[in-house]
């Protein structure tokens, strides 16, 4: 049975905690929040009973296996980035494995920081972007690896929330289709500034055509103005799509729908609960952190290195949409890309 601890106890972190019963391999022996009357309401609503409001006190105390790191990435009310301090402070006192929440980082620096730090750190570090792990996307992948699909020609993805929000939650539910292929070429378009100023800056819209190094073509779209479908929830984060075409077939996977068409089935389809499959996804991605742990070569789906080489191709898609050129990947974005896209935009 492995130890575990959150660091921060806010809404999201309900999702963490309420996942793991469906977790079999671990249990909540520590939560930290510098917010006593939030950290002692999350302990008493989770039943756990060492708690603490100073991290480094905790990790030394505790010594846990995983740390769940549920914030934001930037601290509230005010502009301080805190992804990596948070992360460098859990990799210098040895804990294990981490999970953080995404995005990995919001702009250029911060991702330069913390690609540093995943060449050094000894600590296993996944991101929490867990729509792979859902139980309808791991059967719909089954189906895609098994060649019920026949060979695939191209992916289609999108979401309506901003880039640097929900962006990062379906680059990595590409990922998770191409045995986590890595892109090599991005020609992007960008729109919106109004989210520039925000704690997690993007443009407001970005469309971008990537090419992957196992030479697949996949189109992705992002932003408040892409349409949603009659299935969807019509608010901004109600809209997460991905679309698998194969030789033989496709499968399609949406907020709350689901489609597929093989040879041997022909086509099938129909309704899916977002919020049911998400807690198993949470449990799942918690689970598969532990098989991590037992066995080297079981590396996570949403490694750290995965997820900043998916936040890089975001970045890259910035980049193309300003210069109107196509970006070879991975690239070294600019420090102050957030200020050239307020001049841009």
């Not at 995404?102 to 867990?130: C, G, M, Y």
């Not at 991905?242 to 129909?270: I, L, N, Q």
């Not at 109107?324 to 957030?338: A, H, K, S, V, W």
């Amino acid at each position: 049975m492995y130890k575990t601890a959150i660091l921060g106890c806010r809404g999201r972190a309900r999702s963490h905690a309420n996942a793991y019963q469906f977790v079999k391999r671990g249990k909540i022996a520590a939560i930290c929040d510098m917010n006593e009357e939030r950290l002692n309401e999350f302990g008493d609503d989770f039943d756990i009973s060492s708690r603490y409001t100073d991290l480094d006190e905790m990790l030394a105390k505790e010594k846990p296996d995983l740390l769940h790191i549920v914030t934001a990435p930037v601290l509230r009310g005010t502009s301080e980035r805190i992804r990596y301090p948070l992360m460098k402070q859990a990799s210098d006192a040895g804990v294990p494995a981490v999970i953080i929440e995404k995005p990995i980082a919001v702009e250029s620096e911060d991702w330069k920081q913390i690609a540093e730090l995943a060449e050094e750190t000894k600590t296993k570090f996944a991101v929490n972007t867990q729509l792979n792990f859902h139980p309808k996307n791991l059967e719909l992948k089954r189906d895609v690896a098994e060649g019920r699909i026949g060979e695939i020609k191209f992916i289609d993805a999108s979401a309506r929330s901003t880039p640097v929000d929900q962006g990062p939650h379906v680059l990595q539910l590409v990922s998770s289709y191409i045995d986590n292929a890595r892109p090599v070429r991005v020609l992007g378009q960008i729109a919106g500034r109004e989210h520039l100023d925000a704690d997690q800056p993007s443009p407001m819209h970005a469309a971008g055509q990537v090419l992957y190094e196992n030479g697949l073509h996949v189109s992705v779209a992002f932003g408040t103005g892409m349409g949603t479908m009659a299935s969807d929830n019509p608010g901004i984060f109600g809209h997460k799509r991905v679309f698998v075409v194969g030789t033989k077939g496709f499968v399609h996977w949406r907020f709350r729908s689901w489609e597929r068409a093989t040879p041997e089935g022909g086509y099938e389809g129909g309704p899916l609960n977002y919020g049911d499959q998400n807690i198993v996804a949470q449990g799942n991605l918690t689970e598969a952190v532990f098989d991590w742990l037992d066995d080297e070569s079981k590396v996570h789906p949403t490694h750290l290195k995965q997820s900043l080489a998916e936040f890089n191709l975001l970045l890259g898609l910035y980049y193309s949409g300003i210069t109107n050129e196509i970006i070879d990947l991975p690239f070294e974005p600019p420090d102050g890309l957030m200020d050239i896209l307020r001049e841009k935009l």
